[in-house]
C-alpha cells in the first residue's frame, strides 16, 4: 500500500525514475481498487455494461489519470527512454508493447533522467537482512 500512497504523493511528478517495483505496485492496487469500485457501482446501480464502467469507477479513473501517467513516465525514464513512449500506449496494442517496455529493468547506476532508484535500497536491505526486489 505504501507504493500506491507513494505515487499518489508524487502525482505530477513526471521528472526523474520509478523502480520496477513502485510501477508494479501501483498497478496492481490500482486494478484491484477499480475492480472494487465495479462492485460499489454494480450496488448502486451505477454500472454501465455498455461501457464496462460506472460512476465512481469514472471518478476514481479521472483521480487517477494524471499519477497514473507520471509514474509511467518515471518508470520510462528508468529504463532509459523518453516519457514521450507513453504515447505508445494510444495505438492498437500500445498498451501491452507499454507494458512489456516497463518491464525491462532499469538502467544500473545514473543515466541521463537521474540516478538509480535502487541505490540508496540496496544498502538499506543489507542492513535489515529481507529482499527489497
Do not use: C
Amino acid at each position: 500500500m505504501n507504493w500506491y500512497i507513494g505515487v499518489l504523493k508524487q502525482y505530477a511528478n513526471f521528472k526523474g525514475r520509478a523502480r520496477r517495483k513502485e510501477y508494479w505496485m501501483f498497478l496492481a492496487f490500482n486494478m484491484l481498487f477499480t475492480f472494487a469500485l465495479a462492485f460499489v457501482d454494480q450496488a448502486l446501480g451505477t454500472f454501465n455494461p455498455d461501457i464496462g464502467i460506472g460512476s465512481v469507477g469514472t471518478l476514481y479513473a479521472i483521480a487517477v489519470f494524471i499519477p497514473t501517467l507520471a509514474v509511467t513516465v518515471r518508470r520510462l525514464h528508468d529504463t532509459d527512454r523518453a516519457g514521450w513512449w507513453a504515447l505508445i500506449g494510444i495505438l492498437p496494442f500500445g498498451v501491452i508493447a507499454l507494458l512489456v517496455l516497463n518491464a525491462f529493468d532499469g538502467t544500473k547506476g545514473s543515466n541521463r533522467f537521474g540516478s538509480d532508484p535502487k541505490l540508496g535500497e540496496a544498502t538499506d536491505s543489507t542492513k535489515t537482512g529481507t529482499f527489497q526486489g
